[in-house]
């Protein structure tokens, strides 16, 4: 059977949108092709020149998973979590009737679980709610008008054992308050997930997958940049 890999990944790209409450990123060329020429590398008829490119950001751009740390002043920093939370069998979530700003309530839970045809037991949910695509060129949207993740949604997640979902905002709580009953609750109930997830709407219908979304192994991070990808049996 043959494997076809999809990218969830958002590009990082210079003050790129990020969320209501952070900075957006810093990314420019530090060294060039051009600039390094004039370094007299490598030997005459075959010079080495290179390029590097200088990073500035907070450990939560594009498309990223929390750290426990991130809300829970005495939770696991990134560097010290279970790998195996990053990976693992999943199933995606057709809930592109949900509009911008609606609360995702575990009603639509149930709803969306049966039509994927796949019992949630332990598997990371992706939730789609079509958010990215339907707001790709309107960035103001994209920070300030995701669905939100109701607390009853949350705890049905966590009752079939989910230990991590991941929406396609800039967070799993509408950013039309400062409540954070979300992310209160995750800390709570020990589980987390990734945000500003992209390409959902390729992985509905298609079953259980495996997904992989590993961290940067950064020392003491509130959470990390991933590159999320989903592989699916074909």
Same mark, same amino acid.
């Given at each position: @059977?043959?494997?076809? #890999?999809?990218?969830?990944? @958002?590009?990082?790209?210079?003050?790129?949108?990020?969320?209501? @409450?952070?900075?957006?990123?810093?990314?420019?060329?530090?060294?060039?092709? %051009?600039?390094?020429?004039?370094?007299?590398?490598?030997?005459d008829g075959d010079r080495m020149t290179f390029q590097t490119n200088f990073i500035s950001m907070l450990d939560?751009?594009?498309?990223?998973?929390?750290?426990?740390?991130?809300?829970?002043?005495?939770?696991?920093? #990134?560097?010290?979590?279970?790998?195996?939370?990053?990976?693992?069998?999943?199933?995606?979530?057709?809930?592109?009737? #949900?509009?911008?700003?609606?609360?995702?309530?575990? %009603?639509?839970? %149930?709803?969306?679980?049966?039509?994927?045809? =796949?019992?949630?037991?332990g598997h990371i949910v992706l939730l789609c709610t079509g958010f990215h695509k339907r707001n790709l060129d309107?960035?103001?949207?994209?920070?300030?008008?995701?669905?939100?993740?109701?607390?009853?949604?949350?705890?049905?997640?966590? %009752?079939?054992?989910?230990?991590?979902?991941?929406?396609?905002?800039?967070?799993?709580?509408?950013?039309?308050?400062?409540?954070?009953?979300?992310?209160?609750?995750?800390?709570?109930?020990?589980?987390?997930?990734?945000?500003?997830? =992209?390409?959902?709407?390729?992985?509905?219908?298609?079953?259980?997958?495996?997904?992989?979304?590993?961290?940067?192994?950064?020392?003491?991070?509130?959470?990390?940049?991933?590159?999320?990808?989903? #592989?699916?049996?074909e």
């Amino acid at each position: @059977m043959a494997q076809r #890999i999809i990218d969830l990944s @958002m590009a990082i790209v210079d003050n790129m949108p990020s969320h209501k @409450m952070f900075q957006s990123p810093v990314y420019l060329k530090a060294l060039t092709h %051009e600039t390094t020429e004039s370094f007299g590398l490598g030997v005459d008829g075959d010079r080495m020149t290179f390029q590097t490119n200088f990073i500035s950001m907070l450990d939560h751009v594009g498309t990223h998973v929390d750290a426990f740390l991130h809300v829970n002043p005495k939770g696991a920093p #990134i560097d010290e979590m279970p790998l195996d939370m990053f990976m693992g069998k999943a199933v995606c979530f057709d809930l592109q009737h #949900i509009s911008d700003l609606e609360d995702i309530t575990a %009603e639509h839970m %149930e709803e969306a679980e049966k039509k994927a045809g =796949v019992k949630v037991d332990g598997h990371i949910v992706l939730l789609c709610t079509g958010f990215h695509k339907r707001n790709l060129d309107n960035p103001k949207q994209l920070v300030w008008g995701n669905p939100g993740l109701t607390v009853e949604a949350t705890r049905w997640l966590h %009752e079939r054992g989910s230990r991590v979902h991941g929406v396609e905002g800039p967070s799993t709580d509408k950013p039309t308050d400062n409540i954070f009953a979300q992310h209160r609750l995750c800390r709570d109930l020990g589980i987390t997930h990734y945000e500003w997830l =992209v390409n959902l709407e390729e992985v509905v219908g298609k079953g259980e997958f495996q997904f992989v979304g590993l961290p940067i192994k950064f020392k003491g991070g509130s959470g990390s940049p991933v590159r999320a990808i989903a #592989i699916i049996e074909e």
